[in-house]
């Protein structure tokens, strides 16, 4: 039976609109591709990212070349080789594993030899505003166990800004596990001079702190504070030159490339010693589910893009008290 493919483009709107230190957003724009066999259908998401030269036209293309490689039988590992890591790979990929699912009358996890995923507990994003503005966001989440909190403000401030911000949101949110991410936005001398004091206000790590060109400067560095790798680490092959820089790489499936590569990212990097933060673009449910099989185990899991829109697509993710549950087989896999 042939198989046909079919690629369309979404907008969400994002509820309050969402901001971080590349600049603000009202709209998550996904790219869905569609896998058709008969009347079996794979589906997956993916979120064009302009930070790696990514847009929706350039996306769809790349996914739509691969049209005449699919119908012919390409597979995942096929795929793999024929295509970069990127969000293309990432939507063509996860509709491969939704479409050998629905062939095999089976679940994704059941197919990679995996237990069904648990329910996950997963961060909640607080996008860069004035302190005073998240003191307000981190009082009204203050009942969600874990936290990340968006910072990288204007680098000649030495930092103050960002601090100010952090403290806001820890008296917001007294109880509450806080991680930072700060999407490149810091100096060495940022992080060495925040590091002892977010550490005092129990942060418990920091995300991309220095741009990813420039993360030589961690090597060999005092990290009072962990460091996880997120634009710094994108598949197996960036991995050797993050070892003795950073403490943790984040798992994103459009930097990977699909579910494929990250579940073999996720068991190389453990046995690197790295550990493991699982996080999302801003999309949907439908690009939630496959990270949630990565996210099993993972010690910091950031899968909150669906609870960030004013509305997500139908057969959403259950969040609840315990976290994401696993996906319905209306949604995915």
Known sequence: MSLSLDVVTERYEIAGGFRIARGARTHAEVVVATLSEGRL???????????????????????????????????????????????????????????????????????????????????FTLGIDTPDLMRAKAAANAHRPLLKVKLGGPADDGGAGDLARLRAVREGAPQATIIVDANEGWRL?????????MTALGVAMVEQPLPAGDDDALEGVDRPLPVCADEACHDRETLPALTGRYDMINIKLDKTGGLTEALALRDEARAMGFQVMVGCMLATSLAMAPALIVAQGAEIVDLDGPLLLSKDREHGLVYDEHGAHAPSAKLWG
């Open 41 to 123: 259908k794979g589906r997956g998401e993916c979120l064009p990212y302009a930070r790696y030269d990514e847009s929706l036209d350039s996306v769809t293309e790349q996914i739509l070349d691969m049209a005449g490689a699919l119908a012919g039988g390409l597979d995942r590992e096929g795929l793999r080789r024929a295509m970069p890591a990127g969000a293309a790979r990432n939507a063509l990929d996860c509709a491969l594993w939704d479409l050998e699912a629905k062939r095999a009358g089976a679940r994704v996890w059941e197919l990679a030899g995996l237990p069904a995923p648990r329910s996950t507990p997963t961060a």
């Open 189 to 197: 001398a940022d992080y060495q001079r925040l590091a002892p004091e």
